[in-house]
């Protein structure tokens, strides 16, 4: 399966590149004209794209595709806006107006019913926003939704769903293993299921 990977420079978006291309898949990296490409393994094929302004045939030839991207912690709000809600819900857009099958969406517990204050409050809408589209597009989807990362590969020991405890952590390596799982197996899809390394 052509898989294209919004992110995939990432830390996160690094590991799902490696998992994928681990499950006999092809992905198809999105990055920016200032993209460190020397972090994604041998045989990532690379595509020019950047969330804020995407081009309207991004997607052309894939058969799925992971938004794995963010606008880091660093970045302003209405930043955060252009990349985790507005360039997320473009790519679904275009995802679906290419023939995508599928759309696995990268996104962060506290979206179901985000604060209208805090630190966290712009991104938490933001991500709320992009999954209620994706939701609303008539994409099959998976929606994954992680508590606090950590830069660990993981052991796949993992919690799901209300057994998750909020205050947890998840490993890098593991959020990238569910999202290659989200990619491969039918039963995440029509789902937005939390997750804690164990």
């Known amino acids: 399966m052509k898989v294209l990977v919004a992110g995939a420079t990432g830390k996160t978006g690094q590991r799902l590149t490696r998992e994928l291309i681990e499950r006999g898949h092809e992905p198809v990296a999105l ?12 045989g990532a094929q ?3 794209g950047d969330l804020t302004d995407l081009q309207a045939d991004v997607c052309e030839g894939c058969d799925a595709v992971v938004f794995a991207a963010g606008s880091g912690a660093d970045t302003d709000e209405e930043m955060t806006r252009k990349v985790d809600r ?3 819900k473009r790519l679904v857009d275009l995802a679906k107006q290419s023939g995508a099958r599928r759309f ?20 938490l809408q933001a991500k ?4 209620e589209h ?5 994409l099959p989807y998976a929606i994954v939704r992680p508590v ?3 830069e660990d590969d993981g052991n796949r020991d993992i919690r799901y769903g209300t057994d998750v405890d909020m205050s947890g952590e998840a490993a890098r390596g593991d959020v990238a293993w569910v999202l290659a ?11 937005a299921t939390r997750m804690q390394s164990v």
């Open 128 to 131: 709320h926003d992009a999954d």
């Open 104 to 123: 696995v969406m990268l996104s962060s517990v506290g979206t179901e019913d985000p604060p209208e204050e805090g630190d966290m409050a712009p991104y």
């Open 134 to 138: 994706l939701k609303a597009s008539g």
């Open 181 to 191: 799982e989200a990619v491969d197996s039918d039963a995440w899809l029509g789902e």
């Open 148 to 150: 606090a990362l950590t």
């Open 31 to 42: 990055v920016r004209e200032s993209s460190d490409t020397s972090v994604l393994p041998e």
């Open 86 to 88: 507005d360039g997320a």
């Open 46 to 48: 690379l595509r020019k």
